[in-house]
């Protein structure tokens, strides 16, 4: 793999281990960290080994959000005119936006292993994952109210559609911090460790046991449920017919009841 | 009512139950299940008098899913045209869906009750249903993932506004079986009993209380319901608008106004 | 502020107290209540000194939802044509909707302090509210259903956004009565309180934590929420991309980003 | 083919021509028409050899619209209560409109050859089909007006996707009467023709052009072009991605260019 | 009628003729104007006896649109805070747009009859009109770009339904002006009269001629029209099937049917 | 500007002239033209002095559609499982479409001069730009369905809202081939010229008069124009409300008022 300043990535049985790796600032979100996430899962999209993603931070916290050095420097380049600086802040929001788009729309499940901070831009990125676990004494907050600002990198958008329509909203107005259990009774996390091995271990687990099931299939499903998001049950139906018209003619399927039959495990082609 | 293969049907108190009856083969779905089906909710359409409908599976299950013959059967009629086996395979895919699409869109109310095994195309049809309860043990398992394909008959399109995304997301992925209990916690039931016997009890209650209730406005509220799951909130109060325009007409507005005056418990024709 | 017949309105801390004020009849809601709450919504928006509100109901209870001698007198109004009577009828719910639909523009965030009953149309009107508080003994139940209708001015159309999909139903075709705890566990309130001061003091508290946030963001943060309930994810990234690329050219952002640096509590205009 | 009693059917050269066949009642749409439409169109989509349909009137003209009588039988069946008869109206509309939904839907091409009336219902029927040919001398008008009713079977949900949006208002608001060479000039019909017989020998020369094509590629381009008169340009072409995904692997577009290369008129199987 | 400022109103024959009325500005849309048309339109959809709406402008032209005057006291409201601005302008700008949504969602046919100068706003309030007529010398253009804003108070919103969307591009990229023949030929205007006199002679014929109509028919076919600018053809539908399962129980369908049958004119109750 | 294979770019005047450059293959489409395409296009984006795009042919036509070599080699890269090649094609058809994407998203205006043959992938590459201007003799052709498959980079998807929906789907289904004239008269191109150099000379100037505009409102114009063709009128109301907010406040607006004022020619900054 790449060399990359804000990460450290692993591949190993079909999984890849993408850590945020700026332990020292607690994982703040830099310059580099948002234009090397979109590298990191191009190559993810690209390499068809990797048939899972788990991403966590590195040290005690998973990421204390957007970097206000960089959220500072943007403010020093803007001009006198308020158009053209709005024209330069829209095309930047939607490029960072772009960071985890990347994330979002990766043909693979992406687990979010999540212990310590996950705060601001942190819930941003692991609202853009598959699903999210934590720490029993993990910290989430929505902290973009505190710095004056409607958070606008996918909190806001994708977040509604997984926890409770009303606690999103005292969240997002407060931005109360929450721990692990609060989470998890919410919807924003699906399980809680001890701590963070524990964690760690359960998570790869269960990526693991994503990686041994046919690729073509959960690619599928994978698309499907991101599609069920924003579109109409009718228009499901319809893609999924159209998806799995090509789908179900797969080697996977054969290869499947075939091991089902002889109550076996089957092996995929990557 | 007519002789099905697949089902035994019979109606008391205005409440239609419809019982999957192949118990020797845990109630897998053949292909008398999937036309039967389509002729069963049109007669529930069509008869005034049933008001609720209750489907549970004979025996220790509720369903096993899609019988793998039928299944395999489907492969068997692939030509040598890639093109033209997909446009077979998309066909026959959304003709499966339609024997869902008739419990979604029926007029009157569907409440599951579920013992036993809800595997595979058993949650593609208990996610097409109202509501759903469950015996303690029941015992659900998103299947299709380990025949190598994504569920394809309404599964991936219904479920996600049902239970949270992230849970979604690992149960699609995973496979993994879930018992009534954490089905509760998650949404996906209503309600737990503690055997067979008490579940439909229960169930059969709840949907006798539905059939007395009047039968017009049991069908607007069941119709503005399905019609949110798609359509947005300024849309719906449009169309509530519309439908009540005419349905505020019908005389049960004034039988229960009057019954609650007097209390007494209304009568509704149906 | 003006003189309500069917409220009683408070501000204080920058937060508006909004108290329906029929305890003698239940808080049932009159033809002033429905013309009132339009003019005090309205007031709400354009007055920046106001930042939160907290709409609560006088005596026992919240509110035992729609008068009952206004919904007869609507009958009485009707005329020998059913078309003609469909469009005033069409017409005069479209209005009362316009009642609720003030709460939800609101640009300002809405806190329902719930106790006692909340009975038919007041689940309307918590529906539009962004969160929603109760006491462990409050009573909610979707009443409508008991007296011959679809509820048409709210329920139908905002609560499956808040609750589980299951559970929607069950309470819309049964019109069951659930108490603050069961609310509280399917999402629709937030919280629990012992009793009504408890619950008073505590979302007052939510209340004016809110009101010292900054305004701007916590507009843009309301109206990103709300848009998402009805738009797609990638149409809520745009939007949010035009709407900071004003905002974060605001005053807030700096002042804000200093008191944090500065360890102390910003202060910010109106 | 089967024996209809409202139309003659036809099938040569891989196109089926389906001749609206009651001449002495200016074609009015009675209840045989209704339901056979469906079971042609049936037969169309599952009888591979039709890869193109034309549909005419018998006699000097093309329709006249819904039969009248079938219409005041309606009128007969309705009973004492304003909302049971709602229901029983919207399920009868429901009804007729699937019979025009069986033409749009068709997988395969459907001209229409129009000469005389196409009056009222007969609008609704040739606004579902893909395209529309008449003589200089047809006559065409929105006739739901002047019976006092809003067109209900199609004309005002498909029409306005067809013709501008303001001479649509104009033509459903006064009924006028346009003739062939206006309806060619606001983009009703595609040509124009001199008498009926240069009509239908133009439109089965294209129908017959259509025929000769692949037709994986047609029934692929008229699936597209249905989708996009009801979604977004983003969707379509992640649709049409999937779609030809299955389809670029057929033996069509090797056959395609092969002839294209040698010159020679490609052969498609059915 | 009440009396307005900026216009003079005229109702016989069940039509409203709205004149804009200040000639001497070339008809320019001051305070006033936006205020009162939304009055006018209030009272027009409030008076059954209004069937029909002409609109057209007093002296040589229908109206240069916006008032400078107006829109540079805007400017002067602005303060230091770009943020707090942007919502002021927002806010400012929904409003404008609210007085030609009444003009829009008004319940009666409105026909706009142009003469003279149609340039900037009066190019948005027209194309909230169901139809246009102009004389063959009107004169139009998107006057917008050419005071350096993109127009917002409906052209680029509405306009692209009516006219080709490549013409569209071209005129509100470059406020070309073109003349009554040349917007009969891409849409903008159904037709085009000698001179003003007769303009109006031919608008108020066709006015009257659909003031002659059943009322419930044209508003059921306007509404209708409206809802598909916007909506998918399978909800457009659903929805008119809804609509006339109240509104074909109404008198007019038999009132039309018995003038029908007996060769008279019918006459509609208001 | 960077040295590109398949194209040839100028900059003069604010206008970008972009030529294809494959005379000698009359213009066809290569892996360099894909690949290039989107580069020059995130120039034109990122580089504030281009204001504007054409975009031609060199030679004698504007380009004969995608090559036929480069479609070939595609099918060699086919392995042996259906459903992995499927995976495949989806994404080189979307990585493909990317290409024509990054002209339909441009923020600056794009107009095509199309001389001579118009065929195949050319028609979706005209589709996604702005405005359409050709010579009397063009060829256009909708040619992919004569190599056997339905178009899928964009024709199918944009020209339904660029022409008529019988035409689009007549020169679909049949491969027509229409002339500059017949174009034109279904608002496929917006005017015609009499021959090449005509042509350009015509298209140069209509892109030279857009570049004397305020950029900033016509890149609102643009993004509202193209916002439309997805979206609904209330919701595109409501987007330019939001970002007119922030560009009204630029000083574009008074440049335009004041050089209107004093009756001279505004110069705005890039």
Chains 1, 2, 3, 4, 5, 6 share one sequence.
Not at 42 to 64: L, M
Not at 122 to 128: H, T
Not at 138 to 149: L, T, V, W
Not at 208 to 236: C, F, L, N, Q
Request: glycine fraction near 8%; proline fraction near 2%.
């Amino acid at each position: 793999m790449s060399d990359y300043k804000a990460f450290n990535v692993v591949l190993a049985d079909k999984v890849a281990h993408v850590v945020i790796n700026r332990p020292e600032k607690v994982n703040a979100m830099n310059a580099d960290f948002w234009r090397e996430i979109i590298e990191i899962f191009r190559w993810v999209d690209d390499t068809d080994e990797v048939r899972a993603v788990v991403i966590s931070g590195a040290g005690k916290h998973f990421s204390s959000g957007i970097d206000l050095m960089m959220l500072a420097s943007l403010g020093s380049q803007m001009g006198p005119d308020v158009g053209r600086n709005a024209e330069k802040l829209r095309r930047k929001i939607l490029e960072l936006q772009a960071s985890f788009n990347a994330v979002d729309n990766c043909r693979k499940p992406v687990l979010a292993a999540i212990q310590g901070y996950c705060l601001g831009g942190a819930i941003d990125l692991v609202s853009a994952c598959d699903m999210r676990y934590a720490t029993d004494d993990a910290q989430f907050s929505i902290k973009e109210i505190d710095i004056g600002m409607a958070a606008d990198v996918g909190t806001l958008q994708r977040l509604p559609r997984i926890i409770g329509d009303g606690m999103m909203r005292e969240l997002a107005f407060t931005g109360r911090t929450i721990n692990g259990e609060e989470a998890r009774s919410i919807g924003l996390v699906n399980r809680t460790y001890a701590d963070a091995d524990a964690l760690l271990d359960g998570v790869m687990g269960i990526a693991r046991e994503i990686a041994s099931k046919s690729p073509v299939a959960i690619r599928g499903t994978k698309e499907m449920i991101r599609y069920m998001r924003d579109h109409r049950v009718d228009d499901g139906l319809e893609y999924i017919a159209t998806w799995n018209a090509a789908m179900l003619q797969s080697a996977d399927l054969r290869v499947a009841m075939t091991a089902h039959m002889s109550k076996q495990k089957p092996e995929f082609a990557d």
